[in-house]
């Protein structure tokens, strides 16, 4: 059973065991059978008596150590736990079992994303390769890793691992992306230098990405045109 007052500002409710329902007068108590009853009358969990708000001032100075320095915000709120990092957006539940569920952010654009009382809403989907736990630490800890794992495998696809089918696959994009990368720096610098040097147009053979995609490195397509240049130059002082 859960209570709540009646006349109270911060629209909070309790479980019956909780320390504050002592100071409810049993006049101005409102009870109810289970949380979606609370919340549908507009109440929200209060984080003394919530099992979640409880692992969580237990377990509140190790997961501000972890997340210190990170850009990771943790935040209580009507029985949950979110936490925001630069990249995604993830919370921290309880299921029927009284253990802890984490549920990651659904990939949406800010325009299409419900606010209610100047937060967004988002859509989760839950993290099933994490499994249930009874520690928050766990699941930050995770999050931490994943969001960094996904900011590194943009800059460095190499450094990424490969065991299961999932990360060969992302492995495989990445590469992609940064062997693109490369051939459209390759090919804007040589751009510039055509541009630049006009009258090299016509005698200075300027590899495109095409080329590149076909066998020769973008390494080689530079030294190409750096020596075509310097036979020019050769020449023009010969004459």
Sequence with gaps: MFVASDTGKRKMFHI?????VRNIRPEYRVWFSDEDDARSAGYTFCSCCSPVGKAYRKEKAAIDKAVSGKGVKVTYYDGVLYVDTMIDTWKITRNSKRRLTLWHGNTESYEKCRKENGRIIHKYHPQKDTGS???ILYFVKYIIRHDMWRSEKASDYKALPKNTKRQRKAYRENKRKAEGRAERT?????ERLNCEEPYMQEKIEYVTPSDIR???????????????KRRQKRDRSGD
């Design 133 to 135: 736990s009874t520690s």
């Design 186 to 190: 390759v090919f804007n610098l040589l």
């Design 214 to 228: 076909k066998g020769q490195s973008g390494r080689k397509a530079m030294n190409k045109n750096r020596d075509e």
């Design 16 to 20: 019956n065991t909780c320390g504050h």
